[in-house]
Protein backbone atom coordinates (compact mmCIF):
# COMPACT_ATOMS: atom_id res chain seq x y z
CA UNK A 1 0.00 0.00 0.00
CA UNK A 2 0.91 3.45 -1.15
CA UNK A 3 0.18 5.90 2.08
CA UNK A 4 0.34 9.70 1.78
CA UNK A 5 -0.44 11.62 5.68
CA UNK A 6 -0.65 15.24 5.20
CA UNK A 7 -0.51 17.21 8.53
CA UNK A 8 -1.16 20.60 8.66
CA UNK A 9 -4.51 23.52 8.82
CA UNK A 10 -7.01 21.07 6.86
CA UNK A 11 -10.61 22.67 7.84
CA UNK A 12 -10.31 26.41 7.61
CA UNK A 13 -10.56 29.37 5.37
CA UNK A 14 -6.96 29.97 5.37
CA UNK A 15 -4.15 30.41 2.37
CA UNK A 16 -2.72 27.31 4.20
CA UNK A 17 -6.03 25.03 4.18
CA UNK A 18 -6.76 26.31 0.23
CA UNK A 19 -3.86 25.24 -0.81
CA UNK A 20 -3.56 21.92 0.93
CA UNK A 21 -6.71 20.72 -0.88
CA UNK A 22 -5.62 21.85 -4.38
CA UNK A 23 -2.04 19.64 -3.17
CA UNK A 24 -4.39 16.35 -2.28
CA UNK A 25 -5.94 16.71 -5.31
CA UNK A 26 -2.80 15.90 -7.45
CA UNK A 27 -1.11 14.21 -4.89
CA UNK A 28 -4.09 11.45 -4.67
CA UNK A 29 -3.55 10.20 -8.04
CA UNK A 30 -0.20 8.64 -6.91
CA UNK A 31 -1.20 6.72 -3.49
CA UNK A 32 -3.64 4.29 -2.88
CA UNK A 33 -4.39 6.05 0.60
CA UNK A 34 -4.68 9.66 2.16
CA UNK A 35 -5.30 10.61 5.56
CA UNK A 36 -5.04 14.05 7.04
CA UNK A 37 -3.71 15.33 10.24
CA UNK A 38 -4.97 18.34 11.39
CA UNK A 39 -3.36 19.82 13.64
CA UNK A 40 -4.84 23.35 13.88
CA UNK A 41 -8.52 22.29 14.47
CA UNK A 42 -10.31 24.85 16.55
CA UNK A 43 -14.01 25.72 16.92
CA UNK A 44 -13.82 29.80 16.67
CA UNK A 45 -12.66 29.52 12.93
CA UNK A 46 -14.84 28.61 9.93
CA UNK A 47 -14.78 25.34 9.20
CA UNK A 48 -14.40 23.93 5.40
CA UNK A 49 -14.08 20.36 5.28
CA UNK A 50 -11.36 18.29 3.79
CA UNK A 51 -12.60 15.96 1.42
CA UNK A 52 -9.63 13.20 2.64
CA UNK A 53 -10.33 11.01 6.21
CA UNK A 54 -9.08 12.89 8.96
CA UNK A 55 -7.41 10.47 11.77
CA UNK A 56 -5.33 11.54 14.91
CA UNK A 57 -1.30 11.39 15.19
CA UNK A 58 -1.18 8.51 16.73
CA UNK A 59 -3.24 6.82 13.99
CA UNK A 60 -1.44 8.03 11.25
CA UNK A 61 1.55 6.47 13.05
CA UNK A 62 -0.07 2.99 13.07
CA UNK A 63 -1.05 3.64 9.60
CA UNK A 64 2.35 4.11 8.39
CA UNK A 65 3.85 0.97 9.83
CA UNK A 66 1.69 -1.53 7.22
CA UNK A 67 2.49 0.48 4.63
CA UNK A 68 4.37 -0.68 1.49
CA UNK A 69 5.71 2.91 1.17
CA UNK A 70 4.20 5.87 3.70
CA UNK A 71 5.08 9.75 2.55
CA UNK A 72 4.23 12.48 5.43
CA UNK A 73 4.36 15.98 4.48
CA UNK A 74 3.78 18.36 7.35
CA UNK A 75 2.59 21.26 5.56
CA UNK A 76 3.00 23.63 8.23
CA UNK A 77 5.84 26.06 9.59
CA UNK A 78 8.86 23.96 10.75
CA UNK A 79 8.04 24.23 14.46
CA UNK A 80 5.61 22.40 13.90
CA UNK A 81 7.27 19.74 11.66
CA UNK A 82 6.84 16.04 13.22
CA UNK A 83 9.49 12.84 11.89
CA UNK A 84 7.42 9.54 11.10
CA UNK A 85 9.14 6.39 11.85
CA UNK A 86 8.72 3.90 8.78
CA UNK A 87 8.06 6.94 6.40
CA UNK A 88 9.74 9.39 4.24
CA UNK A 89 9.13 12.55 5.85
CA UNK A 90 9.06 16.36 3.94
CA UNK A 91 7.79 19.54 5.06
CA UNK A 92 5.89 21.95 3.01
CA UNK A 93 6.43 26.08 4.30
CA UNK A 94 5.07 29.60 2.82
CA UNK A 95 7.31 32.22 4.18
CA UNK A 96 6.71 35.56 3.80
CA UNK A 97 10.28 37.10 4.46
CA UNK A 98 13.83 36.20 4.00
CA UNK A 99 14.43 34.99 7.73
CA UNK A 100 13.23 32.42 9.57
CA UNK A 101 12.26 33.81 13.78
CA UNK A 102 15.19 34.19 16.17
CA UNK A 103 15.52 30.79 18.39
CA UNK A 104 14.77 31.34 22.09
CA UNK A 105 14.21 28.98 24.85
CA UNK A 106 10.65 29.25 24.11
CA UNK A 107 11.16 28.86 20.29
CA UNK A 108 13.55 25.78 19.34
CA UNK A 109 15.72 26.58 15.68
CA UNK A 110 13.39 26.73 12.92
CA UNK A 111 16.28 25.54 10.98
CA UNK A 112 17.17 22.94 12.60
CA UNK A 113 13.67 21.26 12.37
CA UNK A 114 13.63 21.97 8.88
CA UNK A 115 17.36 19.85 8.95
CA UNK A 116 15.28 16.72 10.18
CA UNK A 117 13.15 16.47 7.36
CA UNK A 118 14.09 13.91 4.22
CA UNK A 119 13.20 16.69 2.01
CA UNK A 120 11.84 20.60 2.08
CA UNK A 121 9.02 21.38 -0.77
CA UNK A 122 8.43 25.12 -1.28
CA UNK A 123 6.20 26.93 -3.73
CA UNK A 124 8.96 29.43 -4.68
CA UNK A 125 12.30 30.32 -5.39
CA UNK A 126 11.83 33.35 -2.81
CA UNK A 127 11.25 30.48 0.58
CA UNK A 128 14.00 27.68 -1.15
CA UNK A 129 16.95 30.70 -0.84
CA UNK A 130 15.21 31.63 2.52
CA UNK A 131 15.91 27.78 3.63
CA UNK A 132 19.66 27.83 2.47
CA UNK A 133 20.65 31.60 3.86
CA UNK A 134 19.19 29.68 6.94
CA UNK A 135 21.58 26.93 6.63
CA UNK A 136 19.19 23.87 5.54
CA UNK A 137 21.09 21.51 3.99
CA UNK A 138 18.42 18.28 2.99
CA UNK A 139 17.22 18.47 -0.89
CA UNK A 140 14.78 21.35 -1.07
CA UNK A 141 12.12 21.47 -4.61
CA UNK A 142 10.38 24.13 -5.67
CA UNK A 143 6.70 23.00 -6.27
CA UNK A 144 4.74 25.81 -6.47
CA UNK A 145 0.77 25.87 -5.32
CA UNK A 146 -1.14 24.15 -8.01
CA UNK A 147 -3.66 26.74 -9.33
CA UNK A 148 -6.45 25.88 -11.52
CA UNK A 149 -9.81 28.01 -12.72
CA UNK A 150 -12.23 27.84 -10.37
CA UNK A 151 -15.82 26.50 -11.47
CA UNK A 152 -17.90 29.09 -13.58
CA UNK A 153 -20.40 30.03 -10.56
CA UNK A 154 -23.53 32.59 -10.64
CA UNK A 155 -23.75 36.45 -11.04
CA UNK A 156 -23.19 39.01 -8.41
CA UNK A 157 -21.83 38.76 -5.16
CA UNK A 158 -22.13 36.39 -2.35
CA UNK A 159 -24.27 36.66 0.84
CA UNK A 160 -22.82 38.54 3.03
CA UNK A 161 -22.40 41.26 5.49
CA UNK A 162 -20.13 44.19 4.62
CA UNK A 163 -19.36 47.82 5.52
CA UNK A 164 -19.95 50.94 3.87
CA UNK A 165 -16.53 52.77 5.16
CA UNK A 166 -17.95 56.28 3.54
CA UNK A 167 -21.39 56.29 5.93
CA UNK A 168 -21.17 58.78 8.26
CA UNK A 169 -23.64 57.41 11.42
CA UNK A 170 -25.73 59.86 13.51
CA UNK A 171 -23.66 60.58 17.35
CA UNK A 172 -20.82 58.23 15.36
CA UNK A 173 -18.25 59.76 18.11
CA UNK A 174 -21.01 58.79 20.79
CA UNK A 175 -21.45 55.61 19.91
CA UNK A 176 -17.59 54.75 19.12
CA UNK A 177 -16.98 56.19 22.78
CA UNK A 178 -19.20 53.93 24.38
CA UNK A 179 -18.72 50.44 22.28
CA UNK A 180 -15.51 50.88 23.21
CA UNK A 181 -15.64 51.38 26.61
CA UNK A 182 -14.32 48.15 28.35
CA UNK A 183 -13.37 49.20 32.17
CA UNK A 184 -15.45 46.75 35.03
CA UNK A 185 -13.82 48.50 38.50
CA UNK A 186 -17.03 49.70 39.20
CA UNK A 187 -20.96 48.89 39.32
CA UNK A 188 -21.83 51.57 37.23
CA UNK A 189 -18.57 50.73 34.71
CA UNK A 190 -19.68 47.35 34.26
CA UNK A 191 -23.21 48.02 33.28
CA UNK A 192 -21.59 50.86 30.80
CA UNK A 193 -19.32 47.73 29.35
CA UNK A 194 -21.52 45.02 29.57
CA UNK A 195 -24.97 46.58 28.35
CA UNK A 196 -24.57 50.35 26.81
CA UNK A 197 -21.52 49.37 24.85
CA UNK A 198 -22.43 46.67 22.82
CA UNK A 199 -25.57 48.40 22.42
CA UNK A 200 -24.07 51.32 21.39
CA UNK A 201 -21.87 48.96 18.72
CA UNK A 202 -24.93 47.36 17.15
CA UNK A 203 -26.12 50.66 16.37
CA UNK A 204 -23.04 52.13 14.97
CA UNK A 205 -22.10 49.05 12.98
CA UNK A 206 -26.08 48.58 11.86
CA UNK A 207 -25.73 52.21 10.10
CA UNK A 208 -22.65 51.03 8.45
CA UNK A 209 -23.76 47.40 7.22
CA UNK A 210 -25.20 46.72 3.81
CA UNK A 211 -25.30 43.17 1.66
CA UNK A 212 -23.27 42.25 -1.17
CA UNK A 213 -25.71 42.69 -3.37
CA UNK A 214 -26.32 46.47 -2.61
CA UNK A 215 -23.09 47.11 -4.20
CA UNK A 216 -23.96 47.47 -8.05
CA UNK A 217 -21.75 46.93 -10.79
CA UNK A 218 -19.04 45.51 -9.48
CA UNK A 219 -17.88 43.33 -12.88
CA UNK A 220 -17.65 46.72 -14.46
CA UNK A 221 -15.68 49.06 -11.44
CA UNK A 222 -15.38 46.56 -8.31
CA UNK A 223 -11.59 45.98 -7.63
CA UNK A 224 -10.93 43.42 -4.28
CA UNK A 225 -8.43 42.62 -1.73
CA UNK A 226 -8.79 39.88 -0.09
CA UNK A 227 -5.95 40.19 3.29
CA UNK A 228 -6.31 39.41 6.95
CA UNK A 229 -5.83 42.33 8.68
CA UNK A 230 -1.96 41.85 10.18
CA UNK A 231 0.57 44.33 9.72
CA UNK A 232 2.22 42.48 6.56
CA UNK A 233 -0.16 42.94 4.17
CA UNK A 234 -0.03 46.84 4.29
CA UNK A 235 -3.72 47.48 4.59
CA UNK A 236 -3.70 51.10 5.81
CA UNK A 237 -0.68 51.66 3.37
CA UNK A 238 -3.41 50.43 0.84
CA UNK A 239 -5.91 52.28 1.70
CA UNK A 240 -3.81 55.75 1.81
CA UNK A 241 -2.96 54.61 -1.60
CA UNK A 242 -6.26 54.34 -2.54
CA UNK A 243 -7.63 57.40 -1.54
CA UNK A 244 -4.92 59.52 -3.42
CA UNK A 245 -6.22 57.04 -6.61
CA UNK A 246 -9.56 58.60 -5.83
CA UNK A 247 -8.66 62.18 -6.09
CA UNK A 248 -8.60 62.23 -9.40
CA UNK A 249 -11.49 62.32 -12.13
CA UNK A 250 -11.09 58.65 -13.50
CA UNK A 251 -11.32 57.23 -10.54
CA UNK A 252 -14.78 58.61 -9.52
CA UNK A 253 -17.06 55.32 -10.64
CA UNK A 254 -14.05 52.90 -8.76
CA UNK A 255 -14.67 50.76 -5.72
CA UNK A 256 -12.69 48.38 -3.37
CA UNK A 257 -14.34 45.83 -1.83
CA UNK A 258 -11.49 44.63 1.33
CA UNK A 259 -12.41 41.13 2.16
CA UNK A 260 -10.56 40.89 5.90
CA UNK A 261 -10.25 38.28 8.46
CA UNK A 262 -9.25 38.89 11.82
CA UNK A 263 -5.59 36.51 14.18
CA UNK A 264 -8.36 36.55 16.84
CA UNK A 265 -11.58 35.17 16.06
CA UNK A 266 -12.83 36.84 19.24
CA UNK A 267 -12.06 40.39 17.98
CA UNK A 268 -15.47 42.29 18.53
CA UNK A 269 -16.48 43.34 15.34
CA UNK A 270 -16.13 46.78 16.20
CA UNK A 271 -12.97 47.05 16.68
CA UNK A 272 -11.49 46.29 13.18
CA UNK A 273 -14.34 48.34 12.07
CA UNK A 274 -14.61 51.81 13.61
CA UNK A 275 -10.45 51.38 13.16
CA UNK A 276 -10.74 51.48 8.95
CA UNK A 277 -13.92 53.80 9.44
CA UNK A 278 -11.79 56.01 11.05
CA UNK A 279 -8.95 55.67 9.05
CA UNK A 280 -11.20 56.43 6.03
CA UNK A 281 -12.84 59.73 7.09
CA UNK A 282 -9.29 61.06 7.76
CA UNK A 283 -8.16 60.28 4.85
CA UNK A 284 -11.25 61.63 3.02
CA UNK A 285 -11.34 64.86 5.22
CA UNK A 286 -7.28 65.46 4.47
CA UNK A 287 -7.52 64.77 0.68
CA UNK A 288 -10.56 66.27 0.26
CA UNK A 289 -12.35 63.49 -1.22
CA UNK A 290 -16.17 63.01 -1.49
CA UNK A 291 -16.32 59.47 -1.96
CA UNK A 292 -14.16 56.79 -1.08
CA UNK A 293 -15.66 53.79 -2.69
CA UNK A 294 -14.43 51.60 0.08
CA UNK A 295 -16.22 48.53 1.84
CA UNK A 296 -15.34 46.17 4.17
CA UNK A 297 -16.03 42.53 3.87
CA UNK A 298 -16.25 40.79 7.43
CA UNK A 299 -18.17 37.62 6.45
CA UNK A 300 -16.81 34.35 6.77
CA UNK A 301 -16.69 32.77 2.84
CA UNK A 302 -16.84 28.99 1.86
CA UNK A 303 -14.48 27.59 -1.14
CA UNK A 304 -17.41 28.31 -3.86
CA UNK A 305 -18.34 31.62 -2.11
CA UNK A 306 -14.76 32.94 -2.59
CA UNK A 307 -14.85 31.99 -6.33
CA UNK A 308 -18.39 33.99 -6.67
CA UNK A 309 -16.56 36.72 -5.05
CA UNK A 310 -13.68 36.73 -7.28
CA UNK A 311 -15.36 36.28 -10.28
CA UNK A 312 -17.90 39.15 -9.60
CA UNK A 313 -15.27 41.72 -9.28
CA UNK A 314 -12.99 43.34 -11.98
CA UNK A 315 -9.76 42.62 -10.24
CA UNK A 316 -7.73 42.75 -7.57
CA UNK A 317 -4.95 44.43 -5.54
CA UNK A 318 -2.56 43.21 -3.49
CA UNK A 319 -0.31 45.77 -0.82
CA UNK A 320 1.22 43.06 1.00
CA UNK A 321 5.00 43.86 1.90
CA UNK A 322 5.91 40.03 1.74
CA UNK A 323 3.99 37.09 0.21
CA UNK A 324 4.14 33.14 0.93
CA UNK A 325 2.82 32.83 -2.49
CA UNK A 326 -0.34 34.48 -2.31
CA UNK A 327 -3.48 32.74 -3.20
CA UNK A 328 -6.23 35.65 -4.27
CA UNK A 329 -3.25 37.04 -6.56
CA UNK A 330 -2.83 33.64 -8.30
CA UNK A 331 -6.47 33.08 -8.65
CA UNK A 332 -6.93 36.55 -10.16
CA UNK A 333 -4.03 35.27 -12.89
CA UNK A 334 -5.83 32.16 -13.68
CA UNK A 335 -9.19 33.76 -14.10
CA UNK A 336 -7.10 36.78 -16.24
CA UNK A 337 -8.30 39.56 -14.31
CA UNK A 338 -6.42 42.41 -13.78
CA UNK A 339 -4.09 42.43 -10.46
CA UNK A 340 -2.68 45.39 -9.02
CA UNK A 341 0.43 44.08 -7.03
CA UNK A 342 3.95 44.27 -6.62
CA UNK A 343 6.69 41.71 -8.06
CA UNK A 344 8.62 40.65 -5.09
CA UNK A 345 8.81 37.56 -2.77
CA UNK A 346 6.80 34.65 -4.47
CA UNK A 347 4.94 36.88 -6.76
CA UNK A 348 8.42 37.53 -8.85
CA UNK A 349 7.94 33.79 -9.75
CA UNK A 350 5.21 33.96 -11.55
CA UNK A 351 4.08 37.53 -12.35
CA UNK A 352 5.36 38.04 -15.69
CA UNK A 353 8.01 40.96 -15.52
CA UNK A 354 6.54 43.69 -17.73
CA UNK A 355 2.99 43.37 -16.49
CA UNK A 356 1.96 47.15 -16.82
CA UNK A 357 -0.30 47.32 -13.45
CA UNK A 358 2.67 46.32 -11.09
CA UNK A 359 3.92 49.23 -8.55
CA UNK A 360 7.54 49.66 -7.63
CA UNK A 361 8.50 48.87 -3.84
CA UNK A 362 11.72 49.16 -1.47
CA UNK A 363 13.45 46.47 0.53
CA UNK A 364 13.46 47.69 4.18
CA UNK A 365 14.51 45.89 7.28
CA UNK A 366 11.90 46.31 9.97
CA UNK A 367 9.90 44.61 12.67
CA UNK A 368 5.85 45.18 13.26
CA UNK A 369 5.17 47.29 16.36
CA UNK A 370 1.82 45.18 18.02
CA UNK A 371 1.94 42.34 15.38
CA UNK A 372 -0.24 39.62 16.50
CA UNK A 373 1.71 37.10 15.01
CA UNK A 374 4.87 38.23 17.11
CA UNK A 375 6.88 35.39 15.31
CA UNK A 376 8.69 37.46 12.43
CA UNK A 377 12.66 38.12 12.75
CA UNK A 378 13.17 42.08 13.81
CA UNK A 379 15.28 42.47 10.70
CA UNK A 380 13.33 40.60 8.80
CA UNK A 381 13.46 42.26 4.64
CA UNK A 382 9.95 43.49 3.90
CA UNK A 383 8.92 45.13 0.17
CA UNK A 384 7.51 48.57 1.17
CA UNK A 385 5.91 50.41 -1.61
CA UNK A 386 7.13 53.28 -2.75
CA UNK A 387 5.11 56.68 -2.24
CA UNK A 388 2.24 56.82 -5.31
CA UNK A 389 3.41 53.95 -6.98
CA UNK A 390 0.35 51.84 -5.94
CA UNK A 391 -1.65 54.80 -6.87
CA UNK A 392 0.22 55.34 -10.00
CA UNK A 393 -0.66 51.22 -11.37
CA UNK A 394 -4.54 51.83 -10.15
CA UNK A 395 -4.36 54.89 -12.51
CA UNK A 396 -2.99 53.15 -15.63
CA UNK A 397 -5.78 49.96 -14.83
CA UNK A 398 -8.51 52.52 -14.78
CA UNK A 399 -7.13 54.49 -18.37
CA UNK A 400 -6.07 51.88 -19.95
CA UNK A 401 -8.40 51.09 -22.94
CA UNK A 402 -10.06 47.28 -22.29
CA UNK A 403 -8.34 46.02 -25.28
CA UNK A 404 -4.94 46.65 -23.64
CA UNK A 405 -6.08 45.45 -20.47
CA UNK A 406 -7.29 42.20 -22.08
CA UNK A 407 -3.97 41.72 -23.88
CA UNK A 408 -2.09 42.58 -20.16
CA UNK A 409 -4.13 39.28 -18.60
CA UNK A 410 -3.76 37.04 -21.49
CA UNK A 411 0.19 37.64 -21.59
CA UNK A 412 -0.20 37.17 -17.44
CA UNK A 413 -1.71 34.16 -17.80
CA UNK A 414 0.48 32.30 -20.30
CA UNK A 415 3.18 33.32 -17.96
CA UNK A 416 1.25 32.07 -14.58
CA UNK A 417 -0.04 29.43 -16.65
CA UNK A 418 3.51 27.73 -17.35
CA UNK A 419 5.13 27.93 -13.70
CA UNK A 420 1.52 26.51 -11.72
CA UNK A 421 -0.77 25.37 -13.48
CA UNK A 422 -2.01 21.77 -12.31
CA UNK A 423 -0.63 19.81 -15.30
CA UNK A 424 2.72 20.78 -14.64
CA UNK A 425 2.87 20.75 -11.31
CA UNK A 426 2.02 17.23 -11.49
CA UNK A 427 5.14 16.26 -13.45
CA UNK A 428 7.30 17.75 -10.42
CA UNK A 429 5.39 16.02 -8.27
CA UNK A 430 5.87 12.48 -9.50
CA UNK A 431 9.15 13.58 -10.07
CA UNK A 432 10.04 14.11 -7.13
CA UNK A 433 7.96 11.39 -5.27
CA UNK A 434 10.05 9.35 -7.74
CA UNK A 435 12.99 10.48 -5.82
CA UNK A 436 11.79 9.79 -2.46
CA UNK A 437 10.76 6.42 -3.19
CA UNK A 438 14.34 5.69 -4.56
CA UNK A 439 15.56 7.29 -1.73
CA UNK A 440 13.47 5.40 0.72
CA UNK A 441 14.20 1.75 -0.49
CA UNK A 442 18.20 2.61 -1.78
CA UNK A 443 18.46 -1.01 -3.13
CA UNK A 444 15.47 -0.54 -5.22
CA UNK A 445 17.65 2.62 -6.66
Given at each position: MRLLIIRGDLQSHSGYSSAARE????????????????????????????????????????????????????????????????????????????????????????????????????????????????????PIREIPWPISTPPIVADGLPDGVAYDLDCRPRFAHTLLGLARFREERFGWSRWLARHAGPTAARSFLAQLRVTGQMISETKAHSLLCVAQDVPRKGLSLLLSEWMEFKRQTEAEPWRLILKTSFVDPATPVIDPVSYFWEHIQTLRRQLHVARSGVYLWTSDLSGSDFHRLFQNTFGLISASFGEGFCGPAAYALALQKPLVAPRHTALADYLIEDYPYTFATRAVNLGFARDPLRVYHPASTWHITEPYALAGALTRLAIDAPKRRAEACARAFAYFNNCCSPERVRLLLAKEIQRLEAYASPAAA
Open positions: YCGLLAGFFDRLAGVDIHQSSARPFEPFPYPLVSEAEARHLTRGADFALVLSFTTPDRYRRYDNAVNVGLTFWETDRLPLSCAERPSWAGLAGQMDALWVPSSHTRAMFEMAGVVV
